[in-house]
């Protein structure tokens, strides 16, 4: 009896913490990733010693739109001839491989988002394979991904929500979530050699599903912000969740993907504290100032590489969000889009880290500002006015 007692105690702590906050899931899988990013370990391994610098989020990364149209008409010369290497490939074996049109289309979006969010730091390598099965993209190891076809027919004219499925294995790889997975497992697996009611094993299977599913959350957070750079659409990027709807059971208790409603609902959640505006300055800052990526076709006939570039100095890749960058996009993210309450709770967690930021102080004059007006709350008054002289006061600040 008291044993049946105690797994029931575990049973249930272990489906009390299954409660779904997404801006807390969001945050604490910030901080996860900070430990288990590949990015840094890969430049380490590479003689670039990459350490993580701040976002200039307020720095104006626009350039007129004459220089822009020159470099995209440069760039799409360099395209036209990756295009004329894709379509022309000889087809052997019609089974084993997409059309060459496909190819080049996934090869626009995936580049586009790689130089974007500078993931330029290793090749990447696309697997394009026949099916009309599924159209889930997967992932082999750290930088190789895999589309069916039934992808790019599934949702042919919204080009956000290819971006989107690629991104979100992107992101898969860039935030170590499989070494992270795994870590877990052999902790869990070391604890039943001692577990002798099975009560503490019982909890770790249960967190390790929960962390499976957080996995998937950040996944998906981390492609919006990536899909965001690259400029494409966020709200038609979610059509790629809405289809897999169809496919789901109503429970996810002991399955390791989460329910698809709760990935909308995170997504949406996300989605309010994104500066779309701003991310997309930065991204079309980057793909300015960056070349076009080479492609090379591979022998096993199904995939493509992109190549890398030379080096460059290593504060000009990316890496995962700082809580310091974190708290400033949400803060300010939450302001442009008017979701001023969370805002402020964030320029608040910002302010704990960093009193510095003359534009943090600003907008969190204005994003107190509306919540006065909403609530006449003097809390937020006095926030108000405490900030506008604070911002007043500091020189410009780039973070």
Known sequence: ?????????????????????????????????????????????????????????????????????????????????????????????????????????????????????????????????????????????????????????????????????????????????????????????????????GCIFFTMCRRHIIEEKNTEFAADVEALNLIARAGYNLNNAMEYLVYFKAYETNGDFWSEDPNVKKRISNCETAIKFIPTEKFKELGEYNLYTTDVLKAELSSDRASFTMIKPSARPKDQYYHPETPQEYYLRCGYGGYVNGYYEKSCEYFEKYFKLNTSNSQAYYYASLANEQMYKKTHKNIYKTRTQNYAQKSNSLVPSKL
């Not at 979100?168 to 050699?193: E, P, Q, W």
């Open 1 to 197: 009896m008291k044993k049946i007692l105690i797994i029931f105690l575990c049973l249930f702590f272990s489906c009390s913490a299954y409660a779904r906050d997404f801006t807390k899931i969001q945050e604490k899988e910030m901080k996860h990733a900070q430990k288990h990013e590949t990015v840094s370990t890969y430049l380490q391994y590479n003689k670039l010693n990459k350490t993580n610098i701040y976002t200039s989020l307020f720095d104006d990364y626009k350039v007129t739109p004459i220089q822009y149209i020159e470099k995209l008409n440069k760039d799409n010369t360099k395209y036209s001839e990756i295009k004329e290497k894709f379509e022309t490939r000889t087809i052997d074996n019609y089974n084993a491989e997409a059309k060459g049109e496909d190819y080049y289309h996934i090869y626009r979006i995936a580049e586009k988002i790689i130089r974007a969010n500078k993931l330029d730091y290793m090749n990447w390598k696309i697997e394009i394979y026949r099916s009309s099965g599924k159209p889930e993209v997967t992932y082999k190891n750290l930088n190789y991904i895999c589309i069916p076809t039934s992808l790019y027919d599934t949702f042919s004219g919204n080009d956000s929500a290819i971006a989107f499925s690629i991104a979100h294995v992107m992101s898969h790889s860039i935030l170590g979530h499989r070494a992270r997975l795994d870590n877990f497992k052999t902790k869990m697996y070391r604890t039943a050699c001692f577990d002798f009611t």
